[in-house]
């Protein structure tokens, strides 16, 4: 089945500094690729999410990329704030009836 | 438009002791899934509800069951707790069993001791 490895496991910036958290999938069927924010004691909230017919897609300050050919994704957070701190999960599927792997997710701090 | 509501939040049982835990899905969707996320960890996939049919199921023991009712809530039970079942239990909601974003409740946080 599909394995979702994660890295960093934390990552501390300065504020207004980028923030990159990588992530690698072994399915290479996988075309499905979302990520997560979690903040303390919160419910996962999806903040971005690409699927395998594109490179890269931006929504503000927060990007991500993905590279079919080396199954891996990554998830880009510029001029970083202190509410950006939160656990960080990326993710993938399949297309059908199959769920979300995900990662173990990036515990970002960012510093004021 | 009502999201995905848990509970209860938290709960202590003690080893071999049964658990049910409840979901209310967001209103229009029709599939639940389960996750556990054990502390530090990524949210592991249970098994997932389409139109009340178990519609797959993660590597988790049969001791781990579940229901969907007609309105789309749902219900996992677990039997003879282990204290390795000690985690945040996660119900999520979608429209369809296809991929898309799903929407998560905020947790049932289930102790063992």
């Known amino acids: 089945g599909e394995n979702v490895e994660q890295h960093p496991s934390t990552l501390s910036v300065q504020e207004g500094d980028s923030a990159v958290i990588k992530c690698t999938y072994s399915?290479?069927?996988?075309?499905?690729f979302p990520w997560y924010k979690q903040e303390l004691g919160k419910r996962p909230q999806l903040i971005i999410d690409?699927?395998?017919?594109?490179g890269e897609k931006k929504d503000q300050r927060i990007a991500v990329t993905l590279n079919k050919t080396a199954k891996h994704f990554s998830l880009h957070i510029t001029e970083t704030q202190p509410e950006d701190s939160a656990v960080y999960f990326c993710?993938?599927?399949?297309?059908?009836?199959?769920?979300?792997?995900f990662g173990k997710g990036t515990r970002l701090s960012v510093i004021a | 438009e009502t999201g995905v509501t848990q509970s209860p939040t938290h709960l202590i049982k003690t080893r071999g002791q049964q658990v049910t835990l409840r979901c209310s899905s967001q209103?229009?969707?029709?599939?639940v899934s389960w996750y556990q996320q054990a502390l530090g960890q990524g949210p592991q996939f249970i098994f997932q509800y389409y139109r009340e049919e178990e519609n797959g199921r993660g590597n988790f023991p049969p001791r781990f069951s579940g229901l969907q009712f007609p309105n789309y809530s749902s219900e996992l039970n677990v039997n003879a707790l282990e204290l390795d079942d000690s985690a945040l239990y996660l119900c999520?909601?979608?429209?369809?069993?296809?991929?898309?974003?799903?929407?998560f409740g905020e947790g049932s946080r289930l102790t063992v001791l």
């Open positions: 690409i699927r395998s017919n594109v």
């Open positions: 399915d290479s069927a996988s075309n499905y």
């Open positions: 999520a909601s979608s429209w369809g069993a296809s991929t898309g974003e799903l929407f």
């Open positions: 993710a993938a599927s399949k297309a059908g009836n199959t769920p979300l792997v």
């Open positions: 209103s229009g969707h029709n599939t």
